[in-house]
């Protein structure tokens, strides 16, 4: 399906080194901001107090964020879990006050609305070294989904794809961190969640783009390196429009209107694939153009009749 067919191939990779100038400014710009500023980690990562609580009626959630945000505790998560009438509250650890502390002066606040008919039904600490263990094995899922990536695409490909494509995807993900890192924007699992799911949006991209070109390179055989990139790239360009534009608008509902918990997820996502499309088609591709991928790396040579090889090719009986 297309909206539209481009019958004039856009020259993209006479601007490679442009296109990926800019994204070598932003790559260390990001990882600058990432060692400067660091990521502001969630209660997940860093510990704090988890409270359950029922409620007779449904509450609204805004209400009761701004309740427990008014005692003065930052980054504050509440969200529904299992019915509309439970809800679960994480607050971050603080010096010298206790968990049960914490929760007390929650539930004061909370009970003071007799109709809403608030009950705590759980309360635990969630220690520093748990967070570390999920940050560990945050990262642990990284360095797997990044290592599958390389494998399959030196399957599917060829191994100077496979290096494209990963160099790209990295340049994606410590974009995101970058973004998160600089407006010091919270960083919890879902964010986590967000940056894998981009992992594997950017690579399907690449991997339509790469199968155009092994197709082109079939077909054509008298177009260079960089005149079949380009043709690959215009003519997936309608595909891309209605995938990511689709994908793009069912983000943004997340984001207008999923409330404060979905807020950082779709967030991360909508930055995740606007970078992601601008990888794939430019920065994976010149990658691949620039370490010398060719013809003879994709379409392997067919033996010609009478092969030399063959021990009676040229016998007379």
Request: with cysteine.
């Given at each position: ?287 691949a153009m620039w370490l010398g991928v060719k013809r003879e790396d994709l379409v392997k040579p067919q033996a010609a009749k009478g092969d030399a090889k063959d021990p009676n090719n040229g016998a007379q009986v």
């Amino acid at each position: 399906m297309e909206f539209f067919r481009i019958r004039r191939d856009i020259p993209f990779m006479r601007h490679a080194l442009v296109l990926n100038a800019v994204s070598v400014i932003t790559f260390v710009l990001a990882v600058f901001f990432l060692l400067h500023r660091g990521l502001h980690l969630s209660v997940e990562f860093t510990g704090g107090t988890v409270m359950e609580v029922n409620y007779t009626q449904s509450p609204d959630l805004e209400s009761v964020r701004k309740a427990v945000a008014g005692l003065g505790f930052q980054d504050v998560q509440v969200q529904n879990f299992g019915t509309a009438r439970d809800v679960m509250i994480r607050l971050p650890a603080q010096k010298g006050v206790s968990s049960a502390q914490q929760s007390e002066r929650v539930m004061a606040t909370l009970g003071a609305d007799k109709a809403a008919g608030a009950t705590l039904r759980r309360v635990e600490f969630v220690g520093p070294q748990v967070g570390e263990e999920l940050a560990t094995d945050g990262l642990k899922a990284l360095a797997v989904v990044v290592a599958g990536i390389m494998i399959y695409l030196a399957f599917r490909f060829e191994w100077k794809f496979a290096v494209a494509t990963v160099l790209a995807n990295l340049h994606d993900v410590v974009i995101i961190l970058g973004f998160f890192a600089f407006f010091q924007w919270e960083f919890s699992l879902a964010v986590l969640a967000a940056v894998l799911a981009v992992l594997g949006y950017s690579v399907n991209e690449s991997v339509v783009i790469f199968d155009r070109v092994r197709e082109t390179f079939r077909r054509q055989r008298k177009m260079d390196t960089e005149a079949v990139i380009n043709h690959a790239i215009t003519s997936t360009i309608s595909r891309t429009i209605i995938t990511h534009g689709s994908t793009q608008m069912m983000v943004l509902s997340m984001f207008f209107f999923g409330g404060a918990t979905l807020h950082y997820f779709s967030l991360a996502l909508t930055i995740g694939i606007l970078f992601g499309i601008y990888s794939s088609c430019f920065v994976a591709a010149a990658i691949a153009m620039w370490l010398g991928v060719k013809r003879e790396d994709l379409v392997k040579p067919q033996a010609a009749k009478g092969d030399a090889k063959d021990p009676n090719n040229g016998a007379q009986v």
